[in-house]
């Protein structure tokens, strides 16, 4: 079985919060079915997966998604922030995240 390690992670400070969420949440869905709309065109299919592609990165945004690294393999992780663990995936190991808020 594998050992439980603790990595320790600084929170960022939201500068905008619950306006972030306001604005690209309804931005995501638009795009995503905009995008989805243009893929049943001929045309349209690669500008589609594009604007797809974006509306995913712009949930991620709004989700304020983190990027921690595995003590194990040094592997790049996004997790949301605030969460208490995570599961590596590339070697499957359990991590514990503490978070530290950040000195003013």
Same mark, same amino acid.
């Given at each position: 079985?594998?050992?439980?390690?603790?990595?320790?992670?600084?929170?960022?400070?939201?500068?905008?919060?619950?306006?972030?969420?306001?604005?690209?949440?309804?931005?995501?869905?638009?795009?995503?079915?905009?995008?989805?709309?243009?893929?049943?065109?001929?045309?349209? &299919?690669?500008?589609?997966?594009? &604007?797809?592609?974006?509306?995913?990165?712009?949930?991620?945004?709004?989700? +304020?998604?983190?990027?921690?690294?595995?003590? +194990?393999?040094?592997?790049?992780?996004?997790?949301?922030?605030?969460?208490?663990?995570?599961?590596?995936?590339?070697?499957? +190991?359990?991590?514990?995240?503490?978070?530290?808020?950040?000195?003013?």
């Amino acid at each position: 079985m594998a050992e439980i390690q603790t990595i320790e992670v600084v929170m960022k400070r939201s500068k905008t919060g619950w306006a972030r969420k306001l604005i690209f949440f309804p931005m995501a869905a638009f795009g995503f079915l905009g995008g989805a709309l243009l893929c049943l065109t001929i045309v349209g &299919i690669i500008p589609g997966f594009f &604007i797809m592609a974006g509306s995913v990165g712009l949930v991620m945004a709004g989700l +304020n998604y983190r990027q921690v690294k595995c003590p +194990n393999c040094k592997k790049k992780n996004y997790v949301v922030s605030a969460v208490e663990d995570f599961k590596c995936s590339r070697c499957g +190991n359990p991590t514990i995240i503490e978070w530290k808020k950040p000195r003013p």
